[in-house]
């Protein structure tokens, strides 16, 4: 008898990250992930380099001293904070905890692919709820809960929209949903925004024991390569966390990497800084050729060139000359393609690119 997988598994799609390469160009433009153009951290790299000395020995298996340094950057308990090989890990963690065969998990409908792949994953139902104006709808989100949801997972800001939810409709949300249901607040851009409605989610962690919020280190702070992330949750969830996570889910190097910085405030504020003066400017500058850019607040934006076939047009284009962004039809959004804030010399060769193709 041949082996048998369990349900969801067999089926289950491929999540398909962005590209890095393109045939006959040795160094491409890549906006394709959302990653930090200005890189890591100088003193996070010394530390990842000083941390290979040791690759003999076990990493610390708690991450006591990573789970320090990201509760004193965030005035948060490190009792509290679980970190895992990049926050997919957590996602996915939290979504084997709570979701089961048959259970319903809730999204946005644009929301991050993770979220229906781990619900496939454990044979739950990944359920989408309708967003209005390319943002989530709050009551749409809770008119879609009903007694077999398990977890709601709501990207704020969301990946790959940049829209966000303000804190009274967070505050709405969170009151709405059913203590029994699980609300993941997932705030991997939170550090990009700077405006005095939005909450990263980490105040209604400590209202409420149904929420938790997930960080990562691979965005705003530069560190996509060592796979390292964090959450904030209720002491009971904290617990089935590290029942759950393997002994040593985190290396010794990424560790290392992750204290240094989140100690380093400057390299935060410049890559912030860089964010604000070019998210503006590239989108007033993609409207000049024509596109529809949705508004964003975080580290990418949306450009939709009318019909899919142009925009799928104008992706392959950019393609062809050495920018790499990203089609968003795997996240029902076939006529916008998602640009990553590059360089100054990145984004320049974007819209030179670009301006070519509509002649």
Known sequence: MPLVARPGIADCPLYVPGSHEVDGIAEPVVLSANENPLGPSDKAVAAYQAAATQLHRYPEGGAVELRDAIGKRFGLSPDQITCGAGSDEILTFLTRIFAGPGDEVLYSQHGFLMYPINAKQVGAIPVQAPESNLRTDVQAVLDSINEKTKIVFIANPNNPTGSYLTTEEMRTLVEGIPENVLLVLDSAYAEYVELNDYSDGSQFVDQYPNVVMTRTFSKIFGLAAVRLGWCYASPQVTDLLNRLRGPFNTTAPSQAAGVAAMEDLAHTDTARAHNNLWLPKLTNELEKLGAIVPPSVGNFLLAGFGE????????????????????????GLPEYIRITIGTEKENNLLLDVLSNFKG
């Open 308 to 331: 899919a076939d142009t925009t799928q047009a104008a992706y392959e284009y950019m393609h062809k000359n050495g920018v790499i962004t990203r089609m968003m039809g795997g996240y």
